[in-house]
């Protein structure tokens, strides 16, 4: 028995995918924002030398470190309404989870930017009379974004196939439009299959850049 | 004999580092115009104290005066904010043995960088002081290279105008020769002592005992954290009063001036 794949009533439900596509990117461009500040937020806390602000920093970015993002997407989405007394859209409970997950992400890899800085580079700085924010901003990020790219580039990638997750919260993103496909057509086969081309097709370019970046910055 | 008017001025600094007393007590002075050189062992805190001349070093206890702009430190103290121990930065430059250029500035934007973003003069500007300064070290024609392509030397000479561009009251010197070539020294060496002609008011931490002697009015032998002894120049190098100096000055091989 050979299966006969049959991609034409697919192409029918063209649209429902284009939904789905916009949500993934939507929720991953968001995400990705939402996250990269609240990582560098966390950061800055965590080197502030203030233990009120850099315990709670490292606290909140080694849980979010520590547990799958599946869970904390439907602690967020179940728990955190009861914790809070407020109720969550499908919406804002996946963007909340999937930006703080990204956030403790992009906070390391931050703090290991940071941290590859040549000590000389600060000494010189102040030794020149700048004040904390100045140096941040124009000596020190420079060179450590430059160092950051490659990694920033992979957690986004990351954070992309993550959004993936927020189906199970009913966010119609491509996989949940896959599944609303997939049950009028019955043919969950070609739906999946169409499903990793389009990830593969929007992901592939993004790993290609990175690798590219790390070897201009090796090279 | 008139006192002359001190630019700087260390009074009863002391600094720890964990349990370690790295600098015990240190008073000293330097008038206005003179050069000031530390000598001493590694781990004799001389580095320490040229770092807490411009607070890049908190001391525990103790105060710092840069003309007549004094911090202190210790009990009784008020906890410094940050951008006044910034402003008090500014006024005092620094050259490391390091170097320690901006590798994504360019050489006339390392030495515009202290004008432009601590003093928020505007690019025009900068460049109208940091111009002369790179021609002054005989680096104008590097001006639009990276510091990556220059040698140890020139990163030096552009070292020393970044600080300059901050027309600082006072230059420190931490070591400045000791990452170059032995041809190179001599060279960063006549540019200090340029600078003490032009009566730039300098502390040198050195290891260049001929250059401690012919250049510095005063010279200051440290150990241990403390100043072991003090006095003029040729004198210390030259007819040590103390047997430890002695003994470290054994090491060094010195031409005759």
Redesign the interface.
């Known amino acids: 028995m050979t299966y006969q794949w049959d991609f034409g009533p697919i192409l029918q439900y063209w649209s429902l995918f284009r939904i789905g596509l916009e949500y993934t990117l939507g929720f991953t461009l968001a995400s990705a924002i939402i996250g990269m500040a609240a990582g560098l937020l966390l950061t800055l806390a965590r080197r502030s030398g203030w233990k009120i602000l850099s315990i709670p920093a490292g606290a909140v970015v080694e849980i979010f470190r520590c547990t799958p993002a599946l869970v904390q997407l439907v602690w967020c989405y179940y728990a955190l309404p009861v914790v809070l007394g407020l109720s969550l859209s499908p919406a804002t409970a996946a963007l909340l989870a999937l930006s703080l997950y990204g956030a403790a992400f992009y906070s390391e890899i931050f703090r290991a930017g940071l941290d590859s800085i040549?000590r000389?580079?600060w000494?010189?700085?102040?030794?020149?009379?700048?004040?904390?924010i100045?140096m941040m901003r124009?000596?020190i990020m420079?060179?450590a974004l430059?160092r950051m790219t490659g990694p920033l580039v992979s957690q986004v990638v990351l954070q992309l196939k993550n959004t993936s997750l927020i189906s199970v919260v009913t966010v119609p993103d491509l996989v949940y439009q896959g599944q609303m496909v997939s049950s009028a057509t019955y043919k969950p086969l070609e739906v999946y299959t169409t499903i990793a081309i389009i990830y593969f097709l929007i992901l592939f370019p993004m790993t290609q850049g990175a690798r590219l970046l790390e070897r201009r910055r090796h090279g | 004999m008139a006192r002359e008017p001190l630019m700087i001025d260390i009074v009863n600094l002391s600094k720890r580092f964990g349990r370690r007393d790295v600098l015990k007590d240190i008073s000293l002075g330097v008038p206005q115009g003179n050069v000031l050189a530390l000598i001493g062992p590694s781990g004799s805190g001389k580095s320490t104290l040229l770092r807490c001349v411009n607070l890049l070093e908190a001391p525990d206890s103790g105060s710092v005066t840069i003309d007549n702009h004094t911090m202190r430190f210790g009990a009784g103290a008020s906890r410094h904010r940050t951008n006044s121990m910034a402003a008090f930065r500014a006024e005092a430059g620094m050259v490391f043995q390091s170097f320690n250029l901006f590798p994504h500035l360019t050489v006339l934007e390392n030495v515009m960088s202290g004008p432009r973003f601590v003093r928020g003069r505007s690019r025009d500007e900068a460049e109208r002081i940091a111009r002369p300064l790179l021609e002054r070290m005989g680096m104008e024609s590097f001006a639009d290279t990276m510091p990556e392509r220059l040698s140890g030397g020139q990163k030096q000479r552009v070292a020393i105008a970044r600080a300059l561009a901050m027309e600082p009251k006072v230059m420190l010197f931490d070591e400045a020769t000791s990452a170059l070539d032995p041809q190179r020294v001599a060279e960063i060496l006549s540019v200090m002592r340029d600078l003490a002609q032009a009566g730039m008011t300098q502390i040198v931490v050195t290891h260049e005992m001929s250059y401690a002697r012919d250049v510095a009015d005063t010279v200051v032998f440290m150990a241990d954290g403390h100043i072991v002894e003090s006095g003029p120049a040729r004198q210390v190098i030259e007819d040590p009063r103390e047997e430890r100096t002695r003994t470290f000055l054994k090491h060094f091989h010195m031409g005759k001036a």
């Not at chain 1, 000494?123 to 904390?132: C, E, I, K, Q, S």
């Open positions: 040549d000389g580079q000494d010189a700085a102040a030794a020149l009379g700048m004040t904390p100045t124009r000596i420079p060179q430059r």
